[in-house]
């Protein structure tokens, strides 16, 4: 069975940054295209970001110019890089398979407030 395991998130002032990782126990992690989610208080989680196989990259449009997707297949793991964070970024940070999905994960909880 899958794990994936977020970490990472935590309480940011506006305009701060902070770096999430997502490891992946799938043998075939380089093969398969990752993204990032996040679910708001009392809202549906949304797709923010996804990366392909081979590095190319979406984004939703709220966090163009703010948030970098990255992976390291050597690691089997993802990043997200969120600069310039808003209190709308406020959510649990999830990270899956945009195709096929695993089992989700416990996320990581991301607080931005003054």
């Known amino acids: 069975q899958v794990q994936l395991v977020e970490s990472g998130g935590g309480l940011v002032q506006p305009g701060g940054s902070l770096r999430l990782s997502c490891a992946v126990s799938d043998r075939f992690f380089s093969i398969s295209a990752m993204a990032w989610y996040r679910q708001p208080p009392g809202k549906q989680r949304e797709l923010v970001a996804s990366i392909s196989s081979g590095g190319s990259t979406n984004y939703v449009e709220s966090v163009k110019g703010r948030f970098t997707i990255s992976r390291d297949n050597a690691k089997n793991t993802v990043y997200l890089q969120m600069n310039s964070l808003k209190p709308e970024d406020t959510a649990v940070y999830y990270c899956?398979?945009?195709?096929?999905?695993?089992?989700w994960g416990q996320g990581t909880q991301v607080t931005v407030s003054s």
């Open positions: 899956n398979r945009p195709a096929f999905a695993y089992g």
